[in-house]
């Protein structure tokens, strides 16, 4: 379902709102239920005085009241209201807040070539790698992130952004069927990692590009790209995806459906693996490290390396916070439900002789 927006307003001029408005069909209901007791009580009077004559009625009906239920129902009712009424979050009053976020600039450079297709890691290298990268914005705190998708050339998927969940909703569109071009280009990857970072406003003292590919195939100029990135101060946290042992990789149609192994030109199945030594060649030159879990993506490692690493200011905004005023509201509501309680609908009186 989806979130009901903020509603703002001003009272008396001052700035006021409800942060929770779809909590005021308590308040229908809490003012519909007082009604009902109310009809409902004079409906009972009415049946009483039809069967017996008025005088009669305290007689025969001893201790019987039209009002007691009727209060009750009232007092029910309003304490309802006023408790959806405080969780509606009313709002009235702001304050001015500086808050300043500190971290460190990352960009994730993902293989998304067709050897990521490969299932050595389940379900597939590349969704084990989405599945990890989700893990890692789950955990970042504060630092910004850009996402570069490569395979034979590399675009960026999304800037720098504190927004992790716009960055999860790019990473999910990651497709190597819907790639330009094929192959594994690295050092185009590096080349346009540097880039963003370089370009990113107010950026932080220690830089990261944290590298998830199986390594295979480089082509391009992988050694100039890294020294670049060296020259620039940006350490390269390598992640290797896949199994040396090697693996074929899966072609699949337009459904989806699994249609055979990729060949080669003299029809023999390729097979896909991963290039440690190459991987550990980028990350050491430019003073990161590699990381590799046999049985998936060691993105752990990786999360307690940038939590090491020293934050810089990236960015300071002026926030309005809004005084909340439910304890207004909830209080007399708690009252008048226990008031509600306590009244009897009946007191019992004996008859009169």
């Known amino acids: 379902m989806t979130p009901v927006e903020p509603w703002r307003f001003t009272v008396l001029g001052y700035q006021a709102g409800l942060a929770q408005p779809l909590f005021l069909l308590f308040v229908l209901a809490g003012m519909t239920l007082g009604l009902l007791a109310l009809v409902g009580a004079l409906r009972r009077g009415s049946r009483v005085r039809a069967l017996l004559h008025e005088r009669h009625a305290e007689r025969f009906t001893p201790g019987v009241s039209v009002w007691r239920p009727a209060t009750q129902g009232g007092l029910y009712g309003l304490g309802l209201a006023l408790f959806g009424f405080a969780l509606a979050q009313p709002q009235c009053g702001t304050k001015s807040e500086l808050t300043k976020r500190r971290g460190i600039d990352v960009v994730v ?31 970042l705190k504060g630092d910004r992130v850009g996402l570069v998708v490569f395979a034979g050339d590399a675009f960026i998927q999304s800037p720098l952004t504190s ?46 590009v944290v590298l998830l590919t199986d390594g295979e195939d480089l082509v391009g100029d992988v050694a100039e790209a890294t020294e670049a990135l060296k020259d620039a101060g940006v350490q390269v946290l390598a992640v290797g995806v896949g199994s040396e042992s090697g693996e074929p990789i899966p072609v699949f149609d337009r459904r989806g459906a699994f ?51 020293q934050k810089s200011e990236l960015e300071s905004r002026v926030t309005v916070r809004y005084d909340e005023r439910f304890q207004s509201f909830a209080i007399p509501g708690l009252a008048l439900l226990a008031l509600g309680m306590l009244l009897l609908p009946s007191s019992r009186r004996r008859p009169s002789p």
């Open 163 to 208: 927004d992790y969940s716009a960055v999860k909703l790019f990473l999910r569109a990651v497709d190597p069927e819907v790639m330009p071009q094929g192959g594994t280009n690295v050092g185009a990857a590096l080349r346009l990692s540097r880039q963003v970072l370089e370009n990113a406003d107010r950026g932080s003292k220690e830089r990261v």
């Open 259 to 309: 249609v055979d192994y990729k060949k080669d030109a003299a029809g023999e199945t390729v097979i896909t693996r991963l290039d440690r030594a190459g991987l550990t060649a980028i990350a050491e030159a430019t003073g990161g490290t590699f990381y590799f879990q046999p049985r998936g993506v060691a993105m752990s490692q990786v999360v307690e390396r940038i939590d090491q690493m």
């Open 109 to 139: 450079a993902l293989d998304a070539s067709k050897s990521m297709l490969a299932r050595d890691i389940q379900p597939s290298r590349l969704e084990r790698a989405k599945l990890e990268l989700t893990t890692l914005l789950d955990e």
